[in-house]
């Protein structure tokens, strides 16, 4: 075992990654454990995209989220103290990208390219540490108009025909209004300070929303009500089934023109996901403050292996649609934030977030619980989607800064909303790349002194 800061949780040394085991290096917290099997069943809003995009029966499915889950542990057990999740924004595109492939064998092998190439995305960052200049390298109105896309999209589907607020529209709204209203109404944040159950609400993050989804959805026959199944409790996923229908190892290694047709979306999602490492570091820092009993240490390279190898995993034995990111923004907001009243609380930091991933795959396995909050998947899926929508037009115009900025986002914005294709991030780049140089918007080769000395002109 290993500390060199004599405040940090004890470890394994293992290179750049510090291994640590519940029980052995830290305690297991019970909040965070019972937050993580009531909230765990919200990763099952991934079987629609599953069922729907990848043909894969419901049982297949959720043996895929049961692999998904599994792989969250690995960022306590690597020592990167965060509550892991999905890349949320980038799967309207990653929708656009498989309908660009026929059903079957084709749009699997697309999955598993396009999962592929951003695992190699994230380990080559992790191992050169050059994303913050890969990033820093592409135009504020590309950032824009990445992020732009997701909520034209996902307005678009969840409308149109078959879409889900056709289907569920009262329980869908309910659902958004209240994750909206607690997590961006002023008024709210007031009226909590004061209000011990508007701060309970806000501090279980989408737990209330999708609860109160179910409850109307049910009231007004939207969805079917919950049932309880007796007799199995333990799932046990479906191993063989998943490697010889949808691995690399049943449908074959993708053509190499598939994973040229990947690169540019597994860019686009890397592009998007690094800005989870800055809210990472943010969030520990601030946790920081206010413990001086722990060391905290974040690594952005360790935290792009981690989510490097958990894409490389699935891409060669489950693809996954919504992709695996760096971080749930909320839920790793909510344990930093109950960190933050002391040792009596919460013992160690990263005890906390890998107490909530645990139990969440042990939420996953348990039949009775998922079988219950079945009827909700649906509306869960929506839910995710459309608060990530309004979550990405906030930051995608706040990284529109010139009027030549907004004009270009809003243009590849368009076009990787509309393009339909697997080449739309390419298209949308492409096109991007061009206006920015074209419009004089964009100075790649610029000595930093002179863009420095205009900028004050």
């Known amino acids: 075992m290993s500390q060199k800061n ?62 998904d889950c599994l792989l969250y542990m690995l960022h306590g057990f690597l020592g990167d103290p965060v509550v892991p999740g999905w890349i949320t924004p980038t799967l309207p595109l990653t929708i656009v990208f498989l309908e660009g492939f026929e059903k079957g064998p084709d749009r699997i092998q697309a999955m598993i390219a396009l999962q592929i190439m951003v695992g190699v995305v994230f380990v080559f960052m992790g191992i050169t540490r050059l994303a913050e200049k890969f990033v820093n390298a592409v135009p504020p109105s590309i950032k824009g108009g990445i992020l732009l896309a997701a909520p034209v999209t996902v307005i678009a589907g969840q409308i149109g025909e078959g879409g889900n607020l056709r289907l569920y529209p009262a329980a869908i709204v309910a659902g958004v209004g209240l994750l909206l209203l607690i997590s961006f109404s002023d008024e709210y944040q007031k009226r909590r300070a004061k ?76 592009i998007i996901a690094f800005g989870d490492f800055i809210t990472s570091e943010t969030l520990l820092r601030e946790a920081q403050e206010f413990r001086n009993d722990e060391y905290l240490d974040f690594n952005s390279s360790r935290s792009n292996l981690v989510c490097g190898l958990r894409n490389l995993l699935l891409g060669f034995f489950a693809p996954f649609p919504p992709l695996c990111g760096p971080l749930w923004v909320g839920m790793t907001v909510s344990v930093s934030q109950r960190y933050r009243e002391g040792k009596e609380a919460m013992k160690s930091l990263i005890g906390g977030m890998a107490s909530f991933r645990i139990a969440t795959f042990a939420s996953v396995l348990l039949i009775p619980v998922v079988e219950f909050f079945r009827p909700i998947f649906g509306v869960s899926s929506s839910i995710t989607l459309l608060f990530q929508a309004f979550v990405c037009a906030r930051i995608g115009m706040a990284y529109c800064k010139t009027d030549r900025d907004k004009m270009i986002a809003g ?28 419009l004089s918007n964009w100075h790649p080769f610029r000595k930093e002194s002179q863009a420095v000395q205009d900028g004050r002109e």
């Open 6 to 67: 004599t405040h940090e949780v004890p470890y394994i040394p293992c290179g750049i990654f510090k291994l640590r085991l519940p029980f052995i290096h830290y305690r297991i917290e019970t909040t965070e454990f019972i937050q993580g099997l009531v909230l765990g069943v919200t990763a099952l809003s991934a079987v629609p995209y599953l069922e729907n995009y990848m043909e894969i029966p419901y049982e297949l499915a959720w043996s895929v989220v049961i692999l």
């Open 411 to 438: 243009v590849m914005a368009a076009i990787l909303a509309t393009q339909g294709t697997a080449w739309a991030s390419a298209w949308a780049l492409g096109v991007g790349f061009a206006l920015n140089l074209f």
């Open 195 to 270: 209000n011990r159950l508007l701060d309970i609400v806000a501090k279980y993050g989408n737990l209330f929303p999708y609860l109160l989804a179910m409850v109307v959805g049910i009231l007004l026959g939207e969805l079917d009500k919950p049932g309880l199944v007796l007799g199995t409790v333990v799932k046990i996923p479906e191993i063989g089934a998943i490697l010889d229908s949808i691995s690399i190892l049943g449908v074959g290694i993708p053509p190499f023109s598939t994973f040229t047709q990947a690169l540019p979306l597994a860019l686009v999602s890397y």
